[in-house]
């Protein structure tokens, strides 16, 4: 029985950072709680609405942004379209004046140091990352919903089934590896094209293309603008931004005015191992100090690990000539299928399965999406995933201070080069002596995030985030 039916567009959304299952998905959660209050016909009998964060939310939600990401939820703005520049704004003037306009609708008081809750000891069963939405009504009545974060921006209401939305009919059913190399079998088709056949059950072709292409979109516009910003990152540790100063010494005073002028000036700055090395660095570190500043990022399949994808792609497109539509869709459609897979066999949550759920996961999507590219077969781009995530396994999340900035952002470099290596492995490997499948390997990341201690789960209670202890100003 097949367990979810994934698009592109599950796998790949655009938001804001600094995390999707602590960021996005509160942001969404809350406004479904007030889609929940309209559709019920009592928003405007709400007097006071309580937050409270459970667990892995509770316990780095702070450094997540999850407190800032509900606020703007239950004030109806959209992680998609709200401008990035007013974030700390339109939040610093809910706090101070104590005052939500819940939906944008109907203004009630809150104060956000009794009305959003971060219950530190306490966790609901069904998963780390959960929050509870209370609504207080005029006639003296209440309304409440838990709501469960499970990873890449992914929302489930308690009580509600997680597959609940309308099902179409693939022609392609997918849930394993094995499942789709069969397809591929039968049919001849690449695995972006089987995705391709799969995303016409909800939308024409012509649509699936101009959405993937506004989804890089925003990733070059996150490279590009993350390449040219200095500074620190918020939030307390005073994390110095790299990527701009890294991008000016690579470009070595080459001038260029826009994007696409940028790359040919990264073409001409050499091949070199060292130098494209230097580059896919660079270009991993540029999204993930945008996401770390509350940036406007593409989760890939999350906002922790949302550089690894990016950086690949662009290494493909600078290093590899894959600068055209076609070549970049191609690209999509195969590493979302990968991520597809571990989200219906494992997790792609870091609260569930650590960081090789994150890190892991979009090595192996990049990896089997550089290969297919690369003119890999179907069973060398299976085995890309696979040997990235091998080398994934275990990799624990550990966020000092619960920011997603040390170790995260330099992991998504690794993440990145993992990738490529994989990729370059398979590619000069006959598929046919391999002795680990990608389904093997999915079920092994599940088994090791179930045995892996919860204090290496994104909780901040382990690892580098206890052995380097830092006081962070009050929020």
């Not at 994007?259 to 090395?277: A, D, H, K």
């Not at 650590?354 to 297919?372: H, K, N, P, R, Y």
């Not at 077969?377 to 396994?393: D, G, K, P, T």
Request: charged share 20%; hydrophobic share 40%; with cysteine.
């Amino acid at each position: 029985m097949q367990r979810e039916q994934i698009s592109v567009f599950d796998i790949f959304k655009i938001g804001i950072g600094p995390s999707s299952s602590h960021t996005l998905g509160p942001w969404r959660a809350a406004q479904q709680f007030v889609q929940l209050l309209t559709d019920a016909g009592v928003l405007p009998q709400v007097v006071q609405v309580k937050v409270l964060l459970y667990g892995s939310l509770a316990k780095t939600g702070k450094g997540h942004g999850t407190d800032i990401a509900i606020l703007l939820g239950l004030s109806g703005d959209d992680p998609v379209t709200f401008e990035v520049d007013q974030v700390e704004p339109k939040v610093n003037e809910i706090i101070e004046s104590r005052q939500l306009v819940l939906g944008d609708v109907r203004p009630i008081s809150f104060y956000k140091e009794d009305d959003l809750l971060f219950l530190f000891s306490e966790s609901l069963p069904f998963h780390p990352n959960a929050v509870t939405f209370q609504a207080f009504l005029s006639n003296g009545k209440a309304m409440s919903a838990t709501y469960y974060s499970i990873g890449g921006g992914f929302v489930v209401k308690e009580g509600e089934d997680n597959n609940a939305r309308s099902e179409v009919d693939l022609p392609f059913p997918i849930d394993t590896a094995r499942d789709l190399m069969v397809w591929c079998m039968k049919t001849g088709l690449k695995i972006s094209e089987v995705v391709m056949e799969n995303e016409l059950a909800w939308r024409t072709e012509a649509e699936t293309r101009t959405g993937v292409l506004n989804i890089f979109r925003i990733i070059k516009e996150c490279i590009y603008r993350g390449c040219h910003t200095g500074g620190s990152l918020p939030g307390g540790l005073n994390v110095a931004r790299r990527a701009a100063s890294l991008n000016k010494r690579l470009t070595k005073g080459l001038p260029y005015n826009n994007y696409e002028e940028w790359v040919e000036v990264i073409r001409q700055s050499g091949n070199s191992f060292q130098n494209i090395l230097d580059w896919v660095s660079c270009f991993a570190l540029a999204v993930n100090e945008e996401n770390a500043s509350f940036g406007r990022v593409v989760t890939a399949p999350t906002n922790g690990a949302a550089g690894v994808i990016p950086a690949v792609l662009q290494y493909y497109i600078a290093f590899c000539d894959g600068f055209s539509e076609e070549k970049i869709i191609r690209f999509m459609l195969t590493a979302s299928e990968i991520g597809s897979i571990f989200k219906k066999g494992a997790t792609i949550s870091a609260a569930m399965g650590g960081c090789q759920a994150e890190i892991g996961v979009s090595s192996a999507m990049a990896a089997a999406a550089l290969t297919e590219c690369l003119g890999g077969s179907q069973r060398q781009v299976l085995m890309a995933a696979e040997i990235a995530m091998e080398h994934h396994l275990g990799l624990t999340c550990d966020p000092i201070a619960g920011l997603v900035q040390v170790p995260c952002i330099e992991r998504n470099t690794m993440g990145a080069i993992k990738a490529i290596t994989a990729s370059q492995l398979a590619l000069q490997t006959n598929p046919d002596n391999a002795k680990v499948s990608l389904d093997a390997v999915v079920k092994t990341m599940w088994q090791t995030a179930q045995d892996m201690n919860s204090k290496y789960k994104e909780t901040s209670d382990g690892g580098l985030a206890v052995n380097i202890p830092i006081s962070l100003p009050e929020c």
